[in-house]
């Protein structure tokens, strides 16, 4: 009977931990592939690796502005309504459910089953099959966890954030201290222009991106930060350069260790790694490197059910996804709609082709969101904000984006033509159900026709009562503060 409040629970310390555990996940142990075979020598890929690192530094300084002059939660979501309306914020929660979420889940899930296998078939490669299903028991573990109990999700994800710096550090040590004795071999003509392809820089630019992705974190649940305007940038300066640090140092020792030709030719980087420079830790790292996995699918999980809360309750998704269940407490029906289109994903899907299918799609809205604050700036000159970074880095960050985005047509055009495609079939779905101006005598005409479809009125309402009878879940007062 109890209406549900956002409490204010997420202090500096926390705030600064969900953004080292979203950021420090598989990425750093899937991407330094993607990254070397698109910008063609070690030497460049060290430079994508820094200019990711300083991108995100850019994206997310302009996240933590627009963090304190929106203060609902609600990320990507939140903001591009704000600050551009209602038409781009359908799109990206559209592109978001069917490919941007979902595709950012399989690639995280293969990476976990792939480290979990790899140790027990080394130095053959894993079979497809074994790791598609070991991805998928994984992602089930996490899903039915936060369909559970919010408080053991959390829980995991503070220990986990441990086990993800743990598993960093012994990547970095062993490397260091190899190039400490002389080691330099393999940074024998690093800049090699020959091999560098210029259409394909994008591609290592989304390789490395997706490895920072999760400075963003904290508009999330902005609602429940104490004392936003002070914390969000501190925790978001703080995090990502303890990241780009750490990152730098990780593929140093990549390549101190592995040569080109080992790091493309692995199928997973850091097993390779132990297998070469600790081989008494063969069995330890890759299993912290899948657990480090196993805690970005928590963390995914959680704050793509709280874009759905928001947009639920903001009158663009359907109002089943804003209710909770009367006695585990959590947001259910939102937690479990990605469930078939992970599972699909992870069945037919591939680490790399999934990384450039849904990168195009995440970086084009991200790009929206810091134009929104350049347009929300001007139309609201006379609100000061607590945190204002001076406007080059807005401007810049949107344009590198846009920017990386149109080239990505040229680097793989198959995979951004379908993201691409996906984005745009939300227009007509928005002006027929979202919008609603349509004349009354075609929408009787439609009804009349399509009775059938979920999004009538009558139908709807009566599915919704349905299923909120079958899965427990009821429709909460939210106060924000």
């Known amino acids: 009977e109890e209406a549900v409040f956002l409490r204010k629970k997420i202090t500096l310390l926390r705030a600064f931990s969900l953004l080292i555990g979203s950021m420090v996940g598989s990425g750093i142990f899937i991407s330094p592939k993607g990254v070397l075979k698109n910008s063609g020598s070690v030497g460049f890929s060290l430079l994508v690796w820094f200019s990711c690192g300083l991108l995100s530094m850019f994206g997310a300084l302009c996240y933590a502005e627009l963090g304190t002059r929106i203060t609902k939660s609600g990320g990507h979501y939140i903001y591009i309504l704000e600050t551009l309306g209602p038409l781009p914020s359908f799109l990206f929660l559209w592109a978001e459910f069917f490919a941007i979420r979902p595709a950012n889940s399989a690639v995280v899930s293969l990476a976990f089953g792939r480290y979990m ?81 210029l259409d394909k820089l994008p591609l290592a630019f989304y390789a490395g991106m997706f490895a920072y992705s999760g400075w963003f974190q904290t508009g999330f649940v902005r609602e429940e930060l104490v004392k936003p305007e002070r914390n969000i940038p501190l925790a978001v300066i703080v995090s990502v350069i303890t990241v780009i640090v750490g990152y730098m140092l990780t593929n140093v020792s990549y390549y101190t260790v592995l040569g080109t030709e080992d790091v493309l030719a692995s199928p997973a980087v850091a097993v390779s790694f132990v297998q070469r420079a600790f081989k008494s830790l063969i069995s330890v790292v890759p299993v912290l490197v899948a657990l480090s996995c196993f805690g970005t699918m928590n963390g995914g999980i959680f704050t793509f059910s709280r874009t759905l809360f928001v947009a639920s309750r903001e009158g663009q998704w359907p109002p089943l996804f804003s209710m909770i269940h009367i006695r585990r407490h959590t947001p259910l029906p939102a937690v479990m709609l990605m469930f078939p289109l992970v599972t699909a994903m992870v069945c037919i899907g591939d680490i790399y082709h999934l990384l450039n299918f849904f990168s195009f799609s995440r970086w084009l809205f991200i790009g929206l969101a810091t134009l929104g604050l350049i347009v929300h700036r001007c139309r609201h000159p006379e609100l000061h904000s607590p945190f204002q970074v001076p406007l080059f880095v807005p401007v810049s960050f949107t344009i590198i984006c846009l920017f990386t985005v149109a080239m990505s047509f040229y680097s793989d055009p198959v995979n951004i033509s379908i993201g691409c495609t996906i984005v745009l079939s939300g227009f007509p779905v928005y002006y027929l159900i979202i919008h ?38 009821v429709q909460q007062e939210i106060k924000t503060y």
């Open 436 to 473: 609603r101006q349509m004349p009354d005598r075609c929408c009787n005409l439609i009804a009349s026709g399509l009775n059938f479809l979920p999004f009538f009125p009558t139908l709807s309402d009566y599915l919704t009562h349905k299923l909120q009878l079958l899965l427990e879940v």
């Open 117 to 197: 296998l790899e140790p027990f078939f080394a130095p053959c490669a894993a079979p497809v099959p074994a790791v598609k299903l070991v991805s998928l028991l994984g992602y089930y573990t996490v899903l039915t966890l936060n369909s559970w109990s919010v408080t053991w999700s959390a829980r995991l994800q503070m220990a986990l954030s441990v086990v993800k710096l743990l598993a960093l550090a012994l990547i970095i040590v062993p490397g260091m201290m190899l190039l400490a004795q002389g080691h330099t071999e393999n940074f024998q003509h690093a800049f090699d222009r020959q091999s560098l392809v």
